[in-house]
């Protein structure tokens, strides 16, 4: 102890209160755990690589206006399909002498939003259900389950074609579509994990303090069940991505001429063969955020797991 | 609940079964006993014969019973309120069971004082943690941080913070090393003589039941096979085959080999 | 005899924010097919001993020793792999915590016949047969229904049986048994140490018991290995360990209650921070080569 606080500098004073083995207060606790974690997080270079990316898309969105060269939607049909890198257009320009470049850019904003709401949505979805399901067991769980194994049963593209046509295509429509395909898995796992600990001692225990089961598996089982759930949806917001990208170019995401990503490698998919960049560009700005998003997820899993961490 | 009554804990043929059917266990078959307000009595027996599963049976976590169980004097029903809840508290077999991974002693001692509605829970988690011998810096830790001894201590104060007049102990030392076992049974006696608590304990170890009660019942097989008072216990004065054997038993591992 | 287990100046620690904690610290002892029990307070190091024989500690945990020799082989020289094959083949242990070992939504019968599965490459049938007859052993009542039943249905000393019955499928050289019977009552437990017995007796197993039963370990081990802030402070003959001289046991064994002695307030241990600067004693014993 005595030789640490010698050594420590100027600057280091916050550290060693985020650091302490002994909280002063239930901040100070709290604080202290994120920062353990944040820590070991950090200590993955991949993963912050992935974060690095993610960071760097969140402020090319905010920022779009004042990054992008063009107006996305400016047509110039005089310097359309222009290869990467003449007539000032970086990636290149598109069948309607939009700027690709632009167009990805404007485009970030779509796929945060679609990605957010659902990241948001689907795993909260499947939070109640699966642990309403776990921890009251009986006629509930089988009710619960049944519906999950139904919506499971189904491929997921497949499902969110038939919601989207059913709903009419359009940005929204498609992120509920993605929604109500994708919780059924969170379900399970949260389920899963219910079922391991709600005969633990220590929710006894609090059963013995009155209170009632709302409160238990709002206050007591979802932190434990949180964590698997975080990186599990880090780990599908690839999928999340493409599926929304895949209904883009089905035609029933968004509509054009919104520079969604997906859209736009279905708009260029006529000229793959001579114009190759027209659906290569929004096809690797995909592939890039997939890929963040993966490495954040098993960088997480390394922080978050308590199989692994304990 | 009326306290004036002189009874704390009484039971009447109960049976508690697990399953239906083919895959019914009879976990406690006929338990009769009573342990008077302010009483301190234990539960010994051999292993799987039921003796936790009383004490679940008293705090409604084993749900199928029948028979007679009241406390304090009113007979209980399927259903607990939270009034029986702030009477009677338990402390479980396994410390390291037994709290919450993601919970700190603060977080876990304020949430018992949150649910039975009790104000200035700063004054009171201080105390409580002085009551049971944790310095203050144990506030804010998480159980990850705790040696065995301190997460039952954690345990016991979650037990003693809304003031319970019951304590049901499931082995309260039976993972914990000698010289721990020796603080907790210490701070065990001491609350109950400044709080006038009523006691009932499991274990199976003797010497730790003949030191914490005065009367105590044997079971086997989940039955109740034999009762017994201290001085019975330490004169070794056994009727039943299997208080015998236990007895000499226990006689025989203090004494080394046979 | 030979001696089945050699650990030399055995040191675990951790770095923490303050500096190296040691958890172990420069132990050397030694094993024959005999029954070595340790014990020590909570947070002695005797699990992280048990566990670091094995060679299973966890990241960021520091293994050192001059050599750990299981039959003359130093298995810190072994591979991953290799000490895979160890684990559980020549050496296994029975873990403290028995319901942290178990999977919590797999039935008993179904786990134990798969970890004999996977040693004996036996049929389902037989694997059935032999668990039933392993649940019967440790004195496990209507083994059929233990069986089928989930770890959270099993009171904490069936718990622990289970356990012990998922250990001796493998017929190991060397049992670490990490307070294998705390859960249970005195006539089960007789009979637990029983079969141990009978293990080092009729295979000529090795066995390290470890326990804060001092009762237990002193009627049943051969040697004691008492343990302190890492350090083995003090090594008795079992049947002498109520003659013990170290203040640290001595104290240990005062805080017991006693049956016949009734007191009022237990006697608690003050400790004495030299135990913890005094180095570790020497628990090698040299054994000839049997002729
Ligand atoms: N939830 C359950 N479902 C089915 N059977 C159960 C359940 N809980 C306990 N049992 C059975 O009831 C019997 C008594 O268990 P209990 O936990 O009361 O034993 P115990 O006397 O506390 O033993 P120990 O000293 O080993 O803790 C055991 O046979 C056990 O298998
Ligand atoms: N990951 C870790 N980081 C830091 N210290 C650790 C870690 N794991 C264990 N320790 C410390 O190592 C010491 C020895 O632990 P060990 O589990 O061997 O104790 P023990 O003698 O088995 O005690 P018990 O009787 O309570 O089981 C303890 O003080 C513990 O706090
Ligand atoms: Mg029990
Ligand atoms: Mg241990």
């Known amino acids: 102890m005595n030789s640490s606080s010698e050594l420590s500098q100027k600057g280091s004073g916050w550290r060693e209160w985020l650091l302490t083995d002994a909280p002063a207060s239930r901040r100070q606790a709290r604080l202290s755990s994120w920062y353990r974690s944040w820590l070991a997080f950090r200590s993955n270079p991949m993963a912050m690589f992935g974060l690095s990316i993610l960071f760097a898309l969140l402020l090319i969105a905010m920022f779009a206006p004042y990054l992008a060269p063009y107006d996305p939607f400016i047509q110039d049909l005089a310097a359309r399909l222009s290869a990467p890198g003449t007539g000032g257009y970086i990636l290149g320009s598109d069948s309607l002498g939009r700027d690709i470049l632009s167009r990805l850019i404007y485009g970030s904003r779509i796929t945060l939003y679609i990605v957010s709401l659902v990241a948001l949505m689907a795993p909260i979805a499947g939070l109640f259900v699966g642990t309403a399901a776990g921890y009251l067991g009986g006629w509930v769980d089988v009710v619960l389950m049944r519906i999950t194994d139904i919506f499971l049963a189904f491929p997921k593209l497949i499902l969110a074609l038939a919601f989207v046509s059913a709903l009419g295509a ?102 793959i063969l001579d114009h190759w960049w027209v659906a290569t560009m929004p096809g690797l700005a995909i592939f890039i955020v997939s890929l963040a998003f993966n490495l954040l997820g098993d960088g997480l899993r390394d922080v978050l797991d308590p199989k692994k961490s304990k | 609940m009326s306290r004036d009554n002189k009874t704390g804990i009484e039971l009447a043929q109960v049976n508690v079964w697990f ?74 077999q396994d410390p390291y069971a037994s709290l919450h991974p993601r919970q700190t002693v603060d977080h876990v001692l304020s949430e018992a004082l949150y649910l039975h509605g009790f104000k200035n829970p700063d004054k009171r988690i201080v105390q409580i943690l002085d009551d049971v011998g944790l310095e203050q810096s144990f506030r804010f830790r998480w159980p990850h941080q705790l040696s065995g001894g301190q997460r039952q201590r954690v ?52 010497a730790v039941v003949s030191h914490m009660c005065s009367e105590m019942a ?26 015998k054997e236990l007895l000499d038993a226990s006689v025989q591992k203090r004494r080394g080999k046979p | ?137 440790v004195l496990i009542r209507d083994p059929e229904r233990v069986y089928r039943a989930y770890p959270h249905e099993m009171s904490g000393g069936m718990g622990q049986r289970i356990m012990i019955a998922m250990m001796l499928i493998p017929d190991p050289k060397i049992l670490i048994a990490d307070e294998p019977t705390s859960a249970l009552d005195v006539t089960v437990q007789k009979e637990v140490l029983e079969i141990m017995d009978d293990l080092v007796r009729e295979r000529g197993m090795g066995l390290i018991f470890i326990s804060h039963d001092l009762n237990v370990v002193s009627a049943f081990c051969d040697r004691v290995l008492i343990m302190y802030a890492g350090r083995v402070v003090e090594i008795c003959q079992a049947d002498r360990l109520h003659e013990a001289k170290h203040p640290y046991t001595i104290g240990l064994l005062n805080s017991i209650p006693q049956l016949e002695h009734p007191v009022e307030h237990l006697q608690v241990l003050q400790r004495d921070d030299a135990w913890s600067r005094e180095p570790s004693v020497n628990g090698v014993v040299k054994r000839e080569q049997a002729s």
């Open chain 1, 170 to 271: 359009g940005i929204e429509n498609a992120v509920l579509a993605i929604v109500l395909t994708a919780w059924p898995p969170y379900a399970r796992i949260a389920r899963a994990e219910t079922l391991t600990i709600r005969n633990a001692d220590y929710i006894h225990a609090i059963k013995l303090q009155g209170a009632g089961a709302l409160r238990i598996i709002t206050r007591h089982i979802w932190p434990l069940c949180i964590s698997s759930l975080v990186i599990r949806v880090t780990l599908d917001m690839a999928g999340i991505i493409l599926t929304a990208a895949g209904l883009g170019f089905l035609g029933l995401g968004a509509q054009p001429p919104s520079p969604e990503w997906g859209a736009m490698i279905s708009a260029g998919r006529k000229f």
């Open chain 2, 19 to 92: 399953g239906e059917g083919e895959e019914r266990v009879d976990a406690v078959i006929d338990a009769t006993f009573s342990v008077p307000h302010g009483g301190s009595f234990g539960l010994v027996g051999e292993s799987g014969s039921g003796k936790s599963t009383i004490l679940r049976a008293i705090t409604g976590l084993a749900p199928t019973w029948s028979g007679n169980i009241s406390v304090l004097g009113s007979m209980l029903g399927k259903e607990r309120d939270k009034g029986f809840y702030h009477d009677v508290q338990m402390v479980f």
């Open chain 2, 155 to 206: 345990a016991i104060a979650r037990a003693l913070i809304i003031e319970p007049s019951i304590l049901l102990l499931d082995e309260p030392t039976s993972a914990l090393d000698v010289s721990v076992q020796a603080e907790i049974l210490n701070l065990l006696t001491r609350l109950r003589k400044e709080r006038g608590l009523t006691y009932l304990m499991v274990s199976h170890d003797l």
């Open chain 2, 218 to 243: 044997v079971m086997n097989q989940g039955e109740i096979v034999e009762m017994l008072d201290v001085e019975q216990l330490r004169g070794l004065k056994a009727k039943h085959p299997y208080t």
């Open chain 3, 1 to 137: 005899m030979n001696n089945l287990l050699e650990v030399q100046n055995l040191t675990v620690k951790f770095p923490t924010r303050n500096g190296m904690f040691e958890a172990v610290r420069k132990i050397s002892f030694s094993l024959g097919r005999e029954r070595l029990g340790i014990v020590g307070e909570s947070g002695s190091g005797k699990s992280m001993t048990g566990r670091a024989i094995l060679r299973l500690i966890r990241r960021p945990g520091i293994l050192e020793a001059d050599h750990i020799k299981l039959e003359g082989e130093d298995l810190l020289q072994f591979s991953e792999k290799a000490m895979r094959q160890v684990r559980g083949h020549k050496i296994s242990m029975i873990m403290q915590d028995p319901k942290f070992s178990l999977n919590p939504v797999m039935r008993i019968g179904e786990q134990i016949c798969e970890a004999y599965r996977l040693h004996a490459k036996a049929s389902k049938k037989e694997a059935k047969k032999k668990t039933l007859d392993m649940l019967e052993k």
